[in-house]
């Protein structure tokens, strides 16, 4: 083979190679799945309101001698083995996919007016703001998800998990 058969084959390569690119697009999702991720070793303040009691948020304070929990009228101290499960919980909170992208269905996925929400504060800053609503429990999987979008935005996600338990 001489140079200029060479060089005919790599431009025909580079072509199939480009035109490969251009029409099999883009794959990926079309949705970031990180919803939330906290840094629970810096969260300082928990605040939950529940859809059971909208009117009522209970909140988990980190003192310089553990955690507290309080509601408007009492304060305990709160075990560090209650808190660190709503802290993993907390940590990272990925998307299995979108459910819906405008208010509309809210009622529908729980997450509108009085649903449960969680809010965390770091150094005074609130790093996480979650609305969670109701879960669907799929029998032929055998696996629970719950319904999670967060406050500022109108995308609700499906979220693998029962998330209203564990936090």
Same mark, same amino acid.
């Given at each position: 083979m001489n140079n200029r058969t060479l060089f005919i084959v790599l431009v025909a390569l580079i072509g199939v190679f480009i035109l490969s690119k251009v029409l099999k697009g883009d794959k990926s999702r079309s949705f970031d799945p990180l919803i939330v991720e906290v840094d629970t070793s810096a969260v300082e303040r928990?605040?939950?309101?529940?859809? @059971? %009691?909208?009117?009522?948020?209970?909140?988990?304070?980190?003192?310089? %001698?553990? =955690?507290? %929990?309080?509601?408007?009228?009492?304060?305990?101290? @709160?075990?560090?083995?209650?808190?660190t499960p709503t802290l993993e919980a907390l940590s990272r909170i990925e998307a299995e996919r979108v459910v819906a992208r405008s208010q509309d269905k =809210?009622?529908?996925?729980?997450?509108?007016?009085? &649903?449960?929400?969680?809010?965390?504060?770091s150094r005074g800053k609130r790093v996480a703001d979650l609305v969670i609503g109701g879960f669907k429990f799929d029998q032929a999987r055998r696996s629970a998800?719950? /319904?999670?979008?967060?406050?500022?935005?109108?995308?609700? /996600?499906?979220?693998?998990?029962?998330? &209203?338990?564990?936090?």
């Open positions: 928990i605040e939950i309101t529940r859809k @059971a %009691v909208p009117d009522k948020t209970v909140t988990l304070s980190k003192g310089a %001698v553990g =955690w507290s %929990v309080s509601d408007d009228s009492i304060t305990v101290h @709160a075990p560090a083995k209650n808190v =809210w009622a529908e996925y729980e997450v509108g007016e009085g &649903a449960s929400r969680i809010v965390a504060y998800s719950t /319904y999670v979008r967060k406050s500022d935005e109108d995308e609700v /996600y499906l979220v693998e998990g029962v998330l &209203a338990m564990q936090l």
